[in-house]
C-alpha cells in the first residue's frame, strides 16, 4: 500500500505542477537526441557485443529471433579464448588478430608523441609571427584536415608509386640513378622493426591530422594570460625557459585532450589504410579496423569481427582512462 | 531539477526496449513462400538489384524493356549499387527479408545465399537441361548441392589467354601467335622485360596479381594432373607434388626475372592499369579489362590482342569463376513472373546474345558460342576469338567455402611469399593447405 503511494505520488511529480512542466519540456527536447542516440550508438554497440557471443555469418539465416541461434549458433567467449591463442598452431584468424593488434598498437604509440611534437612547436611558431601574417599559415597547416582522407590516400598512393611517383621520381633525378622502390609493398623495408609501409600511413595521417591539434593549440595558447609570462620574461626568464616552464605546465589539461583524441582517432583509421595498403605487404599494415571491416563484410565473419571490435573498444577505453589519469591536472588558470 | 530514481532515465530505457522489440520482430520478416498475383494477370511490378557498371546496367535494363514489350503488365525496375555496396546491401537485406524479386549475382556468391534464393523451377528448365544448354564454368556457380538457384549470363574467365601488347613484341621479335610451351612463354616474356640500373621497369609477363596468381595456381595443378580438393569436397590438398610443380613454373617466372613481384602485385601495378600504362608487356587478366580500359587507352587497346597460354603436361583446363546471372529472391511477391523474366533474360539465345552485346561478356550458353551470334560477337570485340577457343576448357573452380580468402588472403599472400623468395616452395604450399582449410570451419 505505501510504495503504491509512493508510486503515485512519483507519478505526480513526474506529469504534475511546475516540476512536471519542466521535467516534460526536458523530456521533449531530448528525445529526438537520445532516440538518435539509441537507434545510431547504442544499439549498434549493444548488437556488436550480443554478436560477439555467437557464431554469426549474415549468409545464414539462423533462429527467427535476431537470426541468432541454430545455424548462427551460441558459442559464448570461444572467441574471446581464440584471440588468447599464441601458440605456433594458431589459425589464420586468430595470427592476423594479434598483428592487428600489434600494427594498431604501433601505429597509435609513434602517432600520437610524433603528432604532438609537431603540433606544438607549430602552434607556438604560429603564435608567435606577425598578427597580419598568422591567419595565413593557420589556414595553410589546417586545409589538410578539409580533405577528404580517401583523396588524401589517394594522392600519397600517387607520391610513393614505384614507377610514377613523385618521391622515386625526385630520387631519380637527384642520384642520376634509376630509382624504383616500392614503399607500401616492400616487406623487407624494415627500420628499427617499424615496417616503412607502416611509417608512410603515418606520414600521410599526420600530414593530414597536424592541423587539427595545431588549432587546439592554439586557442589554448591565446588563453594563457599574457600577464604570467610577462612576469616571467621581467624575472629574466629566456623564451625557452617560459616555454619549458610556464607555457606548458599550462598547457597539460590541453595536451591531454589532444592526446586523447588523437589516440581515440589512431585507433579508429580505417580509410587510409584501406586505401594506402589494404594491410599489406605481408599483414604489416593490417590495422584493427580494417581487420574487422574485412572479416565483417568481406569474408563474413560477423561474430569473430564483433568480438575484435569488442577488444578494440576495451583497448581505447583502458588507454583513454590511463592517459586522462597520468595528464590530469587539479588546477584551472 | 532533480529527478527520481529512475526518473528520465526510465523513458529511454523503455524507448531502447521498444526499438529492441521492434527489430526482432521484423527480423526475417517478408519470406513469403506464396505464388504471389503472378498469376492472376494483374499488373506486376518486379524489382532488380545489380552492382553498378554502365555497360552490365544497360544490358540489363534492355533485357527488361524488351521483356515489358512482350508482357506489357509488367513493369522492371533495377535499383543499382557501388560493387562493395551491394555486397553489403546483400548481406542486411537478404536476413532481414528486405531483398527485391530479382538479385543479379555473381555465380559463386549463390551457394552461399540459398537460405534466401528461390531454386529455379523444374519448368523453367531442369539441372540436366541447363548443364546441356550452359557451360559449366559459369553454371557450376549457380549449382549447390545439385540444386540450382540461379542461371548465368556469362562466362567469367580469368585464365588461359594473355594480353599482349604487339608492338612492344614485333620490336622485341617475340611471339603474337602463341607458345608450344611455357619454356618458349618464358623465353619471350624475358626478352620483353626491361630492367634499368637493377630494377624493373617493365615486366614481361604479369601473372601476380589476386586473380591471376590464384587462377594461375590452381589451373596450373588443374594441368599437372592434380587437384586441389580432395574427391568429396571437403578439404583442400594443395601440398602435392602437382602443387609443386605449378608453384615452382611460377616462382621460375619470378626468378628469371619476368616479373618482379615486390612492384608488379593486386596493390602496385595492378595487372590492367600496368598493362595499358605499357609497364607491362604480357598480362594475365580476363577480356572485360578490354572493354574498362580500351576508351582511356585507344593506342594500347589498338596494339592488344590475347594470346592463348601454352598448356601444362598437354593440358589446356583451367579453372573459371562463374559470372554474372539472375537470381529469385525468397522475398519476391511474384517469383512465377520473376522467374520468367530471369528465363527471358538468360535462355532465349537472342536475348542472351544481346546481353552479352551490351555488357562485352562472354555468353554462358554454349549456343551463343558458335555460328551467326558468335561471328557477330567477335565481331563487335575482336580479342574474344582467343577466348571463345579457350571456353571449352573452362572448369568451375567448385564449391568453395570462402572463396575470397582463399584467393586474396591464402594464396596471394603466401605464394607471392614464395615468389620472393621469403620461404620455400614446400613452406608455402603447407601454409596454403593449412590456412585453406581453415575456412571450411
Known amino acids: ?333 | 531539477m532533480r529527478f527520481g530514481r529512475f526518473g528520465l532515465a526510465r523513458w529511454p530505457i523503455a524507448i531502447f526496449a521498444l526499438m529492441m522489440l521492434a527489430a526482432a520482430c521484423t527480423f526475417g520478416e517478408g519470406a513469403s513462400d506464396d505464388g504471389g498475383d503472378g498469376g492472376t494477370g494483374g499488373p506486376v511490378e518486379l524489382t532488380i538489384w545489380a552492382h553498378r557498371s554502365p555497360s552490365f546496367n544497360a544490358a540489363i535494363r534492355d533485357s527488361a524493356r524488351a521483356y515489358e514489350a512482350e508482357h506489357p503488365g509488367v513493369t522492371i525496375t533495377l535499383e543499382t549499387f557501388g560493387y562493395d555496396e551491394y555486397i553489403q546491401t546483400l548481406q542486411t537485406a537478404l536476413p532481414a527479408g528486405n531483398a527485391p524479386d530479382l538479385i543479379h549475382m555473381f555465380g559463386t556468391w549463390a551457394c552461399t545465399y540459398t537460405d534466401f534464393l528461390r531454386p529455379v523451377p523444374e519448368d523453367v528448365i531442369s539441372l540436366a537441361d541447363a548443364q546441356e544448354r550452359f557451360y559449366p564454368g559459369p553454371l557450376g556457380g549457380y549449382t549447390c548441392d545439385d540444386t540450382l538457384y540461379g542461371l548465368p549470363q556469362e562466362s567469367n574467365v580469368e585464365y588461359g589467354a594473355t594480353l599482349v601488347n604487339t608492338q612492344m613484341a614485333d620490336a622485341a621479335g617475340t611471339s603474337t601467335e602463341g607458345w608450344a610451351s611455357w619454356d618458349d612463354l618464358i623465353a619471350d616474356a624475358q626478352k620483353l622485360t626491361v630492367i634499368q640500373d637493377g630494377a624493373m621497369v617493365r615486366a614481361g609477363y604479369h601473372f601476380t596479381a589476386g586473380d591471376g596468381l590464384a587462377h594461375s595456381f590452381l589451373s596450373l595443378i588443374l594441368q599437372a594432373g592434380g587437384s586441389y580438393l580432395n574427391e568429396d569436397g571437403t578439404a583442400f590438398t594443395f601440398n602435392t607434388p602437382e602443387g609443386q610443380e605449378a608453384l615452382g613454373l611460377l616462382k621460375r617466372m619470378a626468378d628469371v626475372p619476368v616479373i618482379d613481384p615486390v612492384l608488379f602485385n593486386d596493390d602496385e601495378n595492378w595487372v590492367g592499369e600496368c598493362y595499358f600504362t605499357e609497364l607491362c608487356a604480357m598480362g594475365l587478366v580476363g577480356p572485360w579489362a578490354v572493354a574498362d580500359y580500351a576508351p582511356d587507352y585507344a593506342q594500347v587497346a589498338q596494339n592488344t590482342v590475347y594470346v592463348k597460354l601454352p598448356p601444362l603436361e598437354d593440358s589446356e583446363a583451367f579453372v573459371a569463376d562463374s559470372g554474372w546471372g539472375m537470381t529469385v529472391s525468397t522475398d519476391s511477391a511474384n517469383p512465377d513472373v520473376a522467374w520468367d523474366f530471369a528465363a527471358y533474360a538468360t535462355l532465349d539465345a537472342d536475348a542472351a546474345s544481346q546481353w552479352n552485346l551490351t555488357s562485352a561478356t562472354l555468353p554462358a550458353l554454349v549456343e551463343n558460342a558458335a555460328g551467326a551470334t558468335r561471328d557477330e560477337l567477335i565481331a563487335s570485340f575482336p580479342h574474344f576469338q582467343t577466348w571463345f577457343d579457350v571456353l571449352p576448357n573452362a572448369q568451375f573452380v567448385g564449391q568453395l567455402p570462402d572463396r575470397d580468402k582463399l584467393y586474396y588472403e591464402i594464396i596471394y599472400n603466401n605464394g607471392l611469399e614464395a615468389l620472393r623468395g621469403d620461404v620455400t616452395i614446400e613452406q608455402a604450399l603447407q601454409a596454403i593447405e593449412t590456412e585453406a582449410n581453415e575456412t571450411f570451419g
Open chain 1, 1 to 333: 500500500m505505501a510504495s503504491e503511494t509512493i508510486r503515485l505520488e512519483r507519478r505526480r511529480r513526474l506529469f504534475d505542477g511546475r516540476e512536471g512542466a519542466q521535467k516534460r519540456f526536458v523530456f521533449a527536447v531530448m528525445s529526438p537526441a537520445l532516440i538518435f542516440m539509441a537507434v545510431f550508438m547504442v544499439l549498434p554497440i549493444v548488437w556488436a557485443f550480443a554478436l560477439s557471443f555467437f557464431d554469426f555469418s549474415p549468409r545464414r539465416t539462423g533462429s527467427p529471433i535476431l537470426g541468432l541461434g541454430a545455424d548462427n549458433p551460441f558459442v559464448g567467449l570461444e572467441h574471446y579464448r581464440q584471440m588468447t591463442d599464441f601458440s605456433s598452431d594458431a589459425t589464420l584468424n586468430v595470427r592476423q588478430f594479434h598483428t592487428a593488434v600489434k600494427v594498431t598498437l604501433l601505429f597509435a604509440f609513434l602517432v600520437v608523441p610524433l603528432n604532438l611534437l609537431i603540433t606544438l612547436p607549430l602552434a607556438a611558431m604560429i603564435e608567435s609571427v606577425r598578427d597580419r601574417v598568422r591567419p595565413l599559415f593557420r589556414t595553410i597547416f589546417f586545409l589538410p584536415v578539409l580533405a577528404s582522407s580517401v583523396g588524401v590516400a589517394i594522392i600519397w598512393s600517387f607520391i610513393l608509386h614505384p614507377q610514377n611517383g613523385l618521391l622515386n621520381g625526385l630520387i631519380t633525378k637527384i642520384t642520376g640513378r634509376t630509382t624504383i622502390v616500392a614503399w607500401l609493398d616492400n616487406p623487407d623495408l624494415v627500420y628499427f622493426g617499424i615496417p616503412v609501409a607502416l611509417l608512410m600511413v603515418i606520414a600521410a595521417y599526420l600530414w593530414q591530422d597536424i592541423g587539427y591539434n595545431m588549432v587546439i593549440f592554439i586557442a589554448a595558447l591565446q588563453a594563457i594570460p599574457r600577464s604570467v609570462t610577462d612576469a616571467a620574461r621581467v624575472d629574466g626568464a629566456s623564451a625557452w625557459q617560459i616555454f619549458r616552464h610556464i607555457t606548458l605546465p599550462l598547457l597539460r589539461p590541453t595536451i591531454l585532450l589532444a592526446s586523447i583524441l588523437t589516440m581515440i582517432s589512431a585507433f579508429q583509421v580505417f580509410d587510409l589504410f584501406q586505401v594506402m595498403t589494404e594491410g599489406r605487404p605481408d599483414d604489416q599494415t593490417l590495422a584493427m579496423s580494417l581487420n574487422i571491416y574485412r572479416n565483417a563484410f568481406r569474408y563474413q565473419q560477423m561474430g569473430w569481427a564483433a568480438a575484435m571490435s569488442v577488444v578494440l573498444f576495451l583497448i581505447v577505453f583502458v588507454i583513454s582512462i590511463a592517459q586522462a589519469r597520468l595528464l590530469r591536472t587539479r588546477w584551472e588558470y
